[in-house]
């Protein structure tokens, strides 16, 4: 029975991906992953609910990596390091999960809409923490706004979505290398901060 609820969220996958959350119906899902109606009504109460499994997937994913990471490391700069790295792979692990939730998110209805928002709103939320926990124990730069940077490090991995190709140059890991050390760099305090304001053509409004 797992493996067929799994079957047909490969299929929905697919099918969605194709044609849009709209353009297939229950019947399409059905036939294509070779079951009934009866089989697809014992693991989803409706296409919503199927939709909603699809988006839930892999934000529950990276949001109990960041607790792991969490509860795993004691400094900031170890957690920051975990979170980042289990963030760039969701969008490997979950390359189409992601790319539907992004292509039909608008269809998920209010009561799914919420749950998504709840657990993303979490993942920010323990985000903003570190940092402001790193600034705080003087781990990374105080004269950041830290629901600024924290926002941007998401920004920033979000992106990947967009150009990331499983078959590319690079693999998901050496991804997470260069992003885990854009983003230490700068964060960390630098022990030449008066040469570094210097080469920069405008010195931001947050230095004093």
């Known amino acids: ?36 109606k009866g089989g ?15 988006h839930d997937t892999f934000i ?16 900031p700069v170890d957690k920051i390091q975990s979170i980042i790295r289990a963030f760039v792979k969701v969008f490997d692990l979950y390359k189409p999960h992601i790319s539907v939730f992004y292509q039909e998110n608008l269809y998920l209805k209010p009561e799914y809409e919420e749950q998504i928002k709840y657990k993303r709103d979490q993942f920010k939320q323990m985000v903003l923490r570190v940092i402001e926990e790193g600034q705080q124990l003087g ?4 004269e950041l706004p830290a629901i600024i940077t924290s926002m941007a490090i998401l920004g920033m991995v979000n992106w990947i979505y967009k150009w990331y190709k499983d078959n590319g140059q690079y693999t998901i890991d050496e991804i997470a290398d260069v992003y885990v050390d854009l983003i230490l760099h700068s ?7 008066e040469e570094y304001q210097q080469t920069m053509l405008k010195v931001p409004f947050f230095y004093s």
């Open 139 to 142: 781990n990374f730069r105080k």
């Open 187 to 193: 964060l960390l305090p630098s022990e030449k901060e």
């Open 40 to 54: 697809f009504y014992h693991h989803f109460t409706s296409k919503d609910e199927l939709l909603f499994v699809i």
């Open 60 to 75: 529950t994913y990276v949001l109990k990596e960041a607790k792991v990471a969490n509860h795993t490391h004691t400094s």
């Open 1 to 36: 029975m797992a493996n067929l609820r799994e079957t047909i969220i490969q299929t929905s996958l697919m099918l969605f991906e194709q044609h849009g959350f709209h353009g297939v119906t229950v019947n399409q899902i059905v036939k294509s992953s070779n079951t009934s």
